[in-house]
């Protein structure tokens, strides 16, 4: 285990993507208790840093982080919270997917109170998605809308948290649900159907 705690911190630490990508895998797929008391840190700084070039890593280190706190749900802590709410301002689809797992997995551990800081930029973000068609690159745009499973992960996670006592949030929210139902046609396109009704069921959940 030692030699193996050495090689890996080399890797995360050397500043290569690949190599800390193939580390960062290693972590995720073999979370040991060990490997999280020696890296925890490591991993925190690669996913929440704010000036970090490659997204990539960056997405490996959240989701990495995301399987640290499975295993040791007490790592996360409310401070977490801050650079969460930064998180969910980057504009990479791949970070914001990594993002949303990494609060799925802490509200299923500690529910949604310790998280509630950070309800404005879950909705800020789902607001976004929904009504802002050039958001996301075209890679991300199924059947005209903005990455639709995204918004699955957000819905779902916004059903988690109370009502929110902010009346500008309560607007916000208001407005999603009713573009949703104003959006909700049946056309000749299925796969377009599916994508639309999919978002459009939970959101009927929220209300």
């Known amino acids: 285990p030692t030699r193996a705690i050495e090689i890996i911190k080399v ?23 060990l490997f999280v008391d ?26 990495c982080l995301c399987t640290f706190v499975r295993k040791v749900p007490t790592l996360y802590q409310p401070t977490w919270n801050p650079p969460l709410s930064i998180l969910l301002q980057n504009m990479n689809t791949g970070v914001l997917l990594a993002t949303t797992s990494l609060i799925s997995t802490c509200i299923s551990l500690h529910g949604s109170a310790p998280l509630i800081s950070i309800l404005d930029g879950l909705v800020t973000i789902t607001a976004r998605l929904v009504m802002d068609p050039g958001f996301l690159p075209g890679d991300y745009i199924y059947h005209g809308n903005n990455c639709p499973w995204l918004q699955i992960k957000l819905l779902k996670i916004l059903q988690s948290f109370p009502p929110p006592s902010k009346p500008a949030t309560m607007e916000t929210i208001t407005n999603i649900l009713a573009t949703y139902i104003q959006r909700a046609e049946v056309g000749e396109d299925v796969n377009k159907n599916n994508a639309t009704n999919a978002v459009l069921f939970l959101a009927l959940i929220n209300i």
Do not use: C, H, M, W
């Open 11 to 33: 890797d995360l630490q050397g500043g290569q993507e690949l190599f800390q990508s193939l580390a960062l895998a290693a972590l995720a797929n073999f979370p040991l208790k």
């Open 38 to 63: 020696k890296f925890a840190d490591i991993v925190f700084g690669l996913a929440f840093s704010t000036s970090y070039s490659s997204f990539y890593v960056q997405k490996r280190a959240i989701t």
